[in-house]
């Protein structure tokens, strides 16, 4: 009967100190995190047909630039978004790569807006420009916050002897968000007036 007791402390002291808790629980929070950053670049799709639809009016030539944030927009809508995604490093180099053609367009978009003092004072740009810019930050920050929370699950998987633990469950370490082009962006931009 001793015997029995002692071993069965022995276990569920073994077991509390494997991780499988630990990493249960980073990875909900790192599917949370997932989830907030996939709300935040759904806000930016949300409001770009509004921005689009404004500086149209005003910039009636510029159709090049205002096709090709919209063509982007649309890539971006065909990028299938799931929980999983987060999981498959094709799916999110692709769903990354199709937010930063989209971020580009939007950047072109600015700078045609410079070209209309009329558009830059009219408040309804003005209000949808505002928007956009803290819905940028909000993706930062939801990026951010997704970025460490997989540091901190692939670290605890990665650790012995937790490592052992995620092995015989099948948890793996879970890919990030990635530069695409990390020389470009080390690189001071050029600004000529």
Request: aromatic share 8%; hydrophobic share 40%.
């Amino acid at each position: 009967m001793i015997k029995q007791w002692a071993a069965a402390v022995l276990i569920a002291i073994s077991l509390s100190g494997c991780g499988y808790n630990t990493m249960q629980s980073q990875d909900e929070a790192a599917n949370a995190a997932w989830a907030d950053v996939l709300n935040q670049y759904q806000r930016r799709a949300d409001l770009i047909p509004n921005l689009v639809a404004t500086v149209q009016g005003y910039a009636k030539h510029e159709q090049e630039v205002l096709t090709e944030v919209t063509e982007a927009r649309a890539k971006v809508g065909q990028v299938p978004v799931s929980a999983d995604m987060a999981n498959n490093p094709e799916q999110l180099k692709a769903f990354s790569d199709a937010q930063g053609q989209l971020t580009g367009a939007l950047s072109r978009l600015m700078v045609v807006v410079e070209k209309y003092p009329d558009l830059k004072a009219n408040t309804n740009f003005l209000d949808l420009q505002k928007q956009l810019e803290g819905t940028e930050n909000r993706i930062s920050v939801s990026r951010n916050t997704y970025i460490a929370s997989i540091q901190a699950y692939n670290t605890t998987v990665r650790t012995f002897p937790n490592n052992l633990t995620a092995k015989v469950f099948g948890m793996t370490v879970r890919p990030n968000f990635s530069v695409e082009n990390e020389k470009a962006i080390s690189t001071a931009p050029k600004v000529a007036f």
